[in-house]
């Protein structure tokens, strides 16, 4: 009588570890390798050599080697290697942008202006935006929004990053009051008006950067001061 013991075949698995060193493998993603074309039988897992620590799918574990062999009716191959690789997640980095309100609130933010902040500046990474922390809704930049947080990652050639908080301040844009001035002509039908004596009359006394005139309601033309 012929008995033809199975044969196991050594192979490796490669994930993306979970941003503590850690990489949960799924053992049955490597079983076709192990047992080869045509190859039949049932795939036993063990922690190490000695077969004194069975394991099972999904394996929590930093990189090392694990082992396999296969059971086909009465008979078990030997034990092979299956090395684990658990790669490190790319690094991003928690970002804020403050743009002006463009109106009832909102504001246009570019969002690609941020990538060289989430990247730190490191090549080759791939940025994309959520608007949640489960990343299960992706914003196409640009972003129209009121002020709020937002999430990014960044991707490599095989692991994304965990998600970080990116802040979108919208700036409110400064009340501007209509005013008016008279003066006495000066004999030739006109008057030297000092305009930014109705600086605090137009800002109604708020402290900010800078007052602009204007000749035209689309504030195309400026006007000098006085």
Do not use: H, M
Request: net charge negative.
């Amino acid at each position: 009588v012929s008995v033809t013991c199975p044969k196991a075949n050594p192979t490796s698995l490669e994930v993306c570890d979970n941003g503590n060193g850690r990489g949960t493998f799924y053992l049955e993603d490597a079983e076709s390798e192990i047992l080869g074309p045509g190859g039949n039988g049932i795939v036993e897992w063990y922690r190490n050599q000695n077969r004194s620590g069975p394991i099972s799918s999904p394996y929590d574990s930093p990189s090392g080697t694990i082992y396999a062999r296969v059971l086909e009716g009465r008979c078990r191959s030997a034990l092979v290697p299956v090395t684990l690789k658990a790669n490190p997640l790319p690094s991003a980095k928690a970002a804020l942008s403050q743009v002006c309100e463009e109106k009832l609130g909102l504001a246009l933010f570019k969002l690609t202006d941020l990538i060289s902040i989430i990247t730190n500046n490191t090549p080759n990474l791939k940025v994309r935006f959520f608007e949640d922390p489960d990343l299960l809704i992706e914003i196409v930049p640009p972003f129209l929004t009121g002020s709020a947080v937002i999430y990014a990652t960044v991707s490599n050639a095989k692991c994304e990053s965990l998600p970080v908080e990116v802040t979108l301040t919208v700036i409110p844009s400064p009340k501007a009051n209509s005013v008016g001035d008279t003066l006495c002509d000066s004999g030739d039908g006109t008057a030297l008006f000092i305009l930014s004596k109705l600086d605090s009359l137009i800002t109604g006394g708020i402290k900010t950067d800078s007052v602009r005139y204007f000749e035209d309601s689309l504030g195309k033309i400026p006007l000098p001061d006085p």
